[in-house]
């Protein structure tokens, strides 16, 4: 059985979420998501999500695509909650191809090979995210 893990924050969950997350269970017959608590979103972004803890995992529990959720219990050095979810394959948005998703999640691949993990690049919804909610919502109160 193929174990994904991929983590995010989900806030203001939305049809870009969904579609990553249907991507991701094409890949494996268990998907996990490791959801960042409120603290770290706020020290990571700046800013702390619209959306609580609670909330944000409640509507994962309402995806299909999710088979499990597990608290990023380790922020940002991801190791720990990866591992204890000992899985196949780390799923991550495309849109991390010209970041370093590796620096940013504390690991390389030496650690990935060490691990038999696979990190894979799934597309990106380009037309939405949270963050662009949060734009329209901005630019439509303004406009009020």
């Known amino acids: 059985m193929k174990i994904l893990y991929t983590g995010g924050t989900f806030d203001l969950f939305h049809f870009g979420h969904q579609s990553f997350l249907k991507k991701c269970s094409e890949y494996a017959d268990v998907v996990v998501v490791s959801l960042n608590r409120d603290d770290f979103v706020e020290k990571f972004k ?28 380790s922020n940002a050095d991801s190791k ?13 948005g495309d849109d991390w191809k010209t ?6 999640m504390r690991i390389d691949q030496e650690w990935l090979n060490h691990h038999e993990i696979e990190l894979i690049y799934l597309p990106y919804t380009k037309e939405i995210s ?10 439509s109160a303004k406009n009020d």
């Open 80 to 92: 720990p909650s990866i591992l204890s979810v000992n899985p196949d394959i780390i799923a991550v």
């Open 46 to 73: 700046g800013a702390a999500p619209i959306m609580s803890y609670d909330e944000r995992l409640e509507s994962l529990r309402h995806c299909p695509y999710v088979d499990k959720i597990v608290e990023n219990f």
């Open 99 to 104: 970041k370093d998703y590796h620096k940013q």
């Open 130 to 139: 949270s963050s662009e909610i949060k734009r329209r919502i901005i630019l």
